[in-house]
């Protein structure tokens, strides 16, 4: 997601210094859309659901209903976020918000290397002690 978010900056910056009748301007416009489709298809096949699954081999069954609807909340909560403020962001410097999206991107892969636990092959009791 990060790499692809890179290229789409890149190239709105880049497009800024090239005349809009120039085969390169096309051309790095083509290479936005692709790095999007790129982050799209990256963030359904990963961190889209990531939480979703989080939440289902991490939270206690006495808490599961309340901290799922929580974290449902604030999941639509920050949808909405960067929904709002992207148009925002895009008249302000389209090169800058796909720069913004990218730190957003890589300091979130540095999180979930950092923070959250591997669970493959343990029980909940163990990836319970892990937070304790």
């Excluded at 359904?44 to 289902?56: D, E, H, K, N, Q």
């Excluded at 949808?79 to 090169?95: A, E, I, P, Q, Y």
């Amino acid at each position: 997601m990060a790499l692809s978010l890179l290229v789409v900056s890149i190239s709105f910056y880049l497009k800024e210094y090239i005349s809009p009748d120039s085969d390169l301007y096309a051309t790095l416009s083509l290479v936005s859309v692709a790095g999007v489709v790129v982050m799209v298809i990256a963030f359904s096949l990963g961190l889209g659901a990531m939480s979703w699954i989080i939440m289902s081999e991490i939270l206690p069954i006495n808490i599961k209903g309340l901290a799922g609807s929580f974290a449902t909340l604030a999941n639509w909560f920050f949808s909405w976020l960067v929904t709002l403020t992207t148009n925002l962001l895009l008249d302000w410097s389209s090169g800058g918000t796909f720069t913004i999206y990218t730190a957003v991107c890589v300091f979130t892969a540095g999180f979930v290397v950092i923070w959250v636990p591997e669970t493959k092959g343990k029980t909940l009791e163990e990836i319970q002690q892990f937070f304790r």
